[in-house]
């Protein structure tokens, strides 16, 4: 099973930016990023399956970008523009390649190997 490590979480003010990074311990084709707010349930937020294959939630699209860097196995997530509502723990998560590609990307279920998690608090 990969091993994920999450870091850059932290506090920001509404309309800043946070970059968080995830490292895998082995090369991985799909990866995302999924987040969980406290009493709800984990959403997807972004995933790369290849350099023109990434989706994203609507709530995020235009304002976050996902990026995948294979030689140092690392996905990185550029936050922009957060809002309060985007506060979350995120959670860094990796698939078989194919569903990246797939309709259950954005289904948590889906997903073999989670990190720990990276906190990101937006205040207003």
């Known amino acids: 099973q990969v091993q994920l490590v999450e870091s850059g979480g932290g506090s920001v003010k509404a309309g800043g930016s946070l970059r968080l990074s995830c490292v895998a311990s082995?090369?991985?084709?799909?990866m995302g990023w999924f987040r969980q707010a406290p009493g709800k349930e984990r959403e997807a937020v972004a995933v790369?399956?290849?350099?023109?294959?990434?989706r994203y939630a609507d709530s995020v699209k235009g304002r976050f970008a996902i990026s995948k860097d294979n030689a140092k196995k690392t996905l990185t997530l550029q936050a922009n523009s957060l809002k309060p509502e985007d506060t979350a723990m995120y959670y860094c998560?990796?698939?078989?390649?194919?569903?990246?590609?797939?309709?259950?990307?954005?289904?948590?279920?889906?997903?073999?190997?989670w990190g720990q998690g990276t906190q990101v608090t937006v205040s207003s």
């Open positions: 998560a990796a698939a078989d390649w194919y569903t990246c590609f797939s309709a259950s990307w954005s289904n948590a279920d889906s997903y073999k190997s």
């Open positions: 082995e090369y991985t084709d799909c």
């Open positions: 790369f399956g290849s350099e023109v294959n990434t």
